[in-house]
């Protein structure tokens, strides 16, 4: 099992930044990422992020986003820039244990224009 505790959310104007982050009970060996459900829509991926620091990005994020993680402190994390309005959505924390995926409860981010 694995408990993921993810922070960051809240309200930012369009063009503002946030860093989300995401603390997880044990260390993952695996990819850990995020991912984003806006209303009425899928939830689709943002980005993740394997052991060895290389990242990969969901086909929406362009270039605003960056993913890290820490190994030592079993976090990860996203550094938001430029947001728009377009980006407001719950945002989840997952990762793969023994190849089996866990999802965090989500975090709020809402981008007023």
């Known amino acids: 099992q694995v408990q993921l505790q993810a922070s960051g959310g809240r309200l930012v104007q369009a063009g503002g930044c946030l860093r989300l982050s995401c603390q997880a009970s044990r260390s993952i060996a695996e990819d850990m990422g995020w991912y984003r459900q806006a209303p009425g829509k899928q939830r689709e991926l943002v980005a993740t992020i394997t052991r060895g620091h290389f990242p990969n990005y969901g086909n929406s994020i362009r270039d605003r986003f960056s993913i890290s993680r820490d190994n030592d402190k079993n976090t990860v994390s996203l550094q938001m820039s430029n947001l728009e309005p377009e980006d407001t959505a719950v945002y989840y924390c997952?990762?793969?244990?023994?190849?089996?995926?866990?999802w965090g409860r989500g975090t709020q981010v809402t981008v007023s224009s």
């Open positions: 997952a990762v793969k244990y023994l190849e089996i995926p866990f």
